[in-house]
Nanobody
């Protein structure tokens, strides 16, 4: 079983920044695609950003230019740097790993609240 542990969520004022981390307990991290999703109350889970094992990243239009996804293959950890946060970014953020054979694993989620 693959274990993903998110950290770094919290309460931040509009315009502030947070950095989420996702530590993965598996030896196929470097060849897997990592992604961050979020789910706001009453809404469906949506893809925020993903990054391949070789570092190619894609972003949802709502976060492009404000969020940066990255990974450290030596530490089996993925990151989501979130800048210029808005109240509409408030959600539970989930880390996701997709293996080369398309198996998907999820973390437990971390709450991000953007409020004055």
């Amino acid at each position: 079983q693959v274990k993903l542990v998110e950290s770094g969520g919290g309460l931040v004022q509009p315009g502030g920044s947070l950095r989420l981390s996702c530590a993965v307990d598996v030896n196929l991290f470097s060849i897997s695609t990592m992604a961050w999703y979020r789910q706001a109350p009453g809404k469906e889970r949506e893809l925020v950003a993903n990054i391949t094992g070789t570092g190619t990243a894609t972003y949802a239009s709502s976060v492009k230019g404000r969020f940066t996804i990255s990974r450290d293959n030596n530490k089996d950890t993925a990151f989501l740097q979130m800048n210029s946060l808005k109240p509409e970014d408030t959600a539970v953020y989930f880390c996701n790993l997709v293996s080369p054979w398309s198996m998907s694993f999820w973390g437990q989620g971390t709450q991000v609240t953007v409020s004055a």
